[in-house]
């Protein structure tokens, strides 16, 4: 007896229907786990963020003890602890505030640097110096990390045609880069200039 046609129709559809749906789900959950991945990197950004911030009270310490004669620093100091850092609450807000203590810091060790070289052996002084230093260098790690996974993700949700789909159903969004060229006030890089 001939298998009638209707039902080799209806068993391609059924087919078909089952392999979309597989796919649905397999990109559904490699999207959900990309944006996890994201959402935890982000966390290890924001840990960075806070170690930085809590430099902030040594750097006054620094500045208060040493530099009272620096007028610039000082000023520095007190629009840092009052202005932006003093609740920063988006990632770019974070950013900004990260790299005005990385250059607070930076101030306050030319200026000793230059004008107080007897303060080079000061435990407080040594230890913002090594901290200013090593909480940049952790915080460009974890921004490199953040935005590996934030492109990862960005792509795949943007791929033809079933991750495209399925981020589009079920609401999975682009992801926020984050680093130096987004923001506005980035001068660009001379060209011919080593990195």
């Known amino acids: 007896m001939a298998v009638p046609r209707l039902w080799i129709i209806l068993g391609a559809a059924g087919v078909i229907v089952l392999l979309l749906l597989v796919g649905t789900v397999s990109a559904y959950n490699s999207l959900v786990t990309e944006r996890q991945g994201v959402e935890t990197q982000s966390k290890q950004v924001d840990v960075q963020y806070q170690r930085a911030f809590t430099l902030l009270p040594q750097i006054q310490e620094l500045a208060k003890q040493y530099l009272q004669n620096e007028s610039s620093v000082q000023t520095k100091v007190a629009a840092l602890r009052s202005g932006a850092c003093a609740a920063p609450s988006t990632i770019n807000e ?5 790299s005005q203590v990385t250059e607070t810091g930076n101030l306050i060790i030319r200026v000793v640097n230059e004008n107080y070289p007897d303060l080079k052996s000061v435990a407080l002084y040594q230890n913002v110096q090594t901290e200013t230093i090593n909480t940049a260098n952790k915080v460009a790690t ?4 953040y935005n590996d996974l934030a492109g990862t993700y960005n792509a795949h949700i943007q791929k033809c045609c079933l991750p495209a789909l399925t981020a589009s159903l079920f609401g999975f969004h682009k992801e926020e880069l984050i680093g130096y060229s987004d923001r506005p006030d980035q001068q660009s890089f001379p060209s011919g200039q080593p990195l």
Not at 94 to 98: A, L
Not at 142 to 145: A, G, L, P
């Open 94 to 98: 974070k950013d900004q505030c990260s």
């Open 142 to 145: 974890e921004k490199v990390r």
